[in-house]
């Protein structure tokens, strides 16, 4: 694993813990509004992770 990919794992890590600080999930009396909270948070980090990752994939891609 190159310099470049460890650093993009380490942002994307960072990143999922930042957001995991400011959007607490209370325990929901009703199980489906917290999956449902949970796939939103999931569903942001992917969205942000998206920009991040993508030279990593371009870069991997033969040409």
């Known amino acids: 694993m190159s310099t470049r990919?460890?650093?993009?794992?380490?942002?994307?890590?960072?990143?999922?813990v930042v957001i995991g600080q400011f959007v607490r999930i209370p325990a929901a009396t009703i199980f489906s509004i917290g999956l449902a909270a949970e796939?939103?948070?999931?569903?942001?980090?992917?969205v942000l992770a998206v920009p991040l990752l993508r030279p990593l994939v371009r870069e991997a891609a033969p040409a």
């Open 5 to 16: 990919r460890i650093a993009y794992a380490a942002v994307l890590a960072a990143l999922y």
């Open 39 to 46: 796939a939103v948070v999931d569903i942001v980090v992917i």
